[in-house]
């Protein structure tokens, strides 16, 4: 039994006995890959039988309890489940290794994954359905110690995931700036952030903020199961490499082409060839905008950098309040210069999460929320960066310039920043203070 669901025959009948009006637990229904390949259990009877229902068992668990990530990792003798909920990391339960191993290659089958190949690195898209809700799992599988794979389970609930860049948290004013941007038909539009940080959701809000009506759209890169609407379809063979297809789409005239990540120097001087003819949008492993111009510069030499940059944005999740027990106070007015917020400000908002851990003497702590399971918070909303290179910001890209430098300058061109965005927040009563400071605070 993982995480307290599930019965064995015998108990279910025992309860059943004690409590008729007592409802079992409906698990989890995977209802396919999506990339159409159908899950042989025929074949793969034993690992079925192994692995089916404890798969059910976890996912089910992430799911009632909000999680936007599940991964299995193996230790020793042991695999170590663990939930992220609203990005905060919860330890979950210990599995024997074969139960592991049962549930990893369970799920890597039902996703449509090579079950044989556990030496590369495996992702795939699998539709699920819970209590009327529907799903999508994005299941990645990497190689680890001694033929072992760690699987890590994205999850989007297709009932709240954000699909239009006002759903993600684009204001009127960024959106706009987005499209301007784009409209110039040049240059690379990159945006910047680590695993969990929301990058990929604002590479495809970017993507989606052109308007297809004017402009001709390619996808040419992995879109991790989203359906991205009115691109145009390019005709290409599997053997085409990364050059052979963009001179398709330039030859096809393409206004905007979306590309994978360019990850090392040969593929970014493939994009960076065209980039006076046409906007590439893609995303790039950075901690923040600023950051991703200069470990761009690297990739590919200050020159091309400075001369290829069009854009820079970047995200971070913050974790918003929750409605039903989120608490009201006054502010003092010195805290509010200091931070930058105006003095008319009469009432912010924290989580009652932080006043639980303090209950008053000789009391017991409140029964925690039930929306948000005592947390004080639930579900997040993105605050973006971007910045533009100006003629002066190319400049000092040029000359190799030092972070200082190009940060100080980012600041005179009025950059919009994920400390101003943060703070609109706040004043909106949609997050914290205290939320605030963590999400800027360094990971350890």
């Not at 339960?93 to 089958?109: C, D, E, N, P, Y």
């Not at 989606?208 to 379809?233: C, K, W």
């Not at 069009?310 to 913050?318: E, G, T």
Request: charged share 25%.
């Amino acid at each position: 039994m993982i995480f307290g669901f599930g019965k064995k025959d015998g108990d279910s009948r025992k309860a059943d006995d004690e409590d008729e009006e007592q409802e079992e637990l409906d698990y989890v229904l995977f209802q396919g890959a999506t990339n159409g390949r159908e899950a042989d259990l025929g074949t793969n009877a034993r690992l079925a039988q192994a692995g089916l229902i404890p798969a059910k068992e976890l996912v089910t668990d992430a799911l009632l309890r909000r999680a936007d990530q599940l991964r299995i990792e193996p230790k020793g003798d042991r695999s170590l489940t663990q939930l992220s909920i609203d990005g905060i990391a919860y330890p979950g339960s210990r599995l024997s290794k074969q139960q592991g191993h049962a549930v990893t290659q369970m799920l890597k089958l039902l996703a449509g994954l090579d079950i044989q190949n556990r030496a590369k690195p495996q992702s795939g898209g699998l539709r699920a359905e819970l209590q009327g809700t529907k799903y999508e799992l994005w299941v990645v599988s990497a190689p680890v110690a001694q033929g072992a794979e760690r699987l890590t389970v994205k999850i989007r609930n297709l009932a709240i995931a954000p699909k239009t860049p006002e759903e993600v948290g684009f204001s009127k004013e960024l959106k706009e700036r987005v499209r301007e941007i784009t409209s110039e038909k040049k240059g690379i539009f990159l945006a910047c952030g680590g695993p969990g940080s929301g990058v990929s959701t604002t590479t495809f809000a970017i993507l989606r903020s052109v308007d297809a009506y004017l402009y001709t759209i390619f996808v040419l890169g992995d879109l991790q199961g989203r359906e991205i609407p009115n691109v145009t379809s390019l005709d290409k063979s599997e053997n085409d490499s990364l050059p052979t297809t963009l001179d398709k789409a330039i030859r096809a005239e393409a206004d905007v082409i979306y590309v994978d990540p360019p990850r090392d120097a040969e593929t970014a001087a493939a994009v960076l060839k065209w980039q006076a003819d046409v906007c590439f949008i893609s995303e790039f492993p950075a901690a923040d905008a600023l950051s991703g111009i200069s470990q761009f510069a690297k990739l590919v030499g200050n020159a091309k950098a400075a001369e290829g940059l069009r854009a820079v944005m970047s995200q971070r999740l913050i974790r918003l309040l929750c409605n039903k027990c989120k608490l009201a106070y006054r502010p003092n007015p010195k805290m509010l210069a200091k931070i930058g917020l105006p003095p008319e400000t009469k009432t912010l908002y924290r989580s009652a999460s932080l006043q639980q851990q303090k209950p008053a003497p000789g009391e017991e702590p409140p029964e925690p929320c039930e929306a948000c399971g005592g947390t004080g918070y639930f579900g997040r909303s993105a605050i973006f960066e971007l910045a533009e290179m100006s003629e002066e910001l190319r400049k000092l890209v040029a000359a190799g310039a030092g972070s200082q430098e190009i940060k100080a300058q980012a600041r005179k061109d009025n950059m919009i920043t994920l400390q101003h965005e943060g703070l609109k927040l706040v004043v909106q009563g949609k997050t914290s203070l205290e939320e605030l400071q963590r999400i800027f605070q360094p990971k350890k």
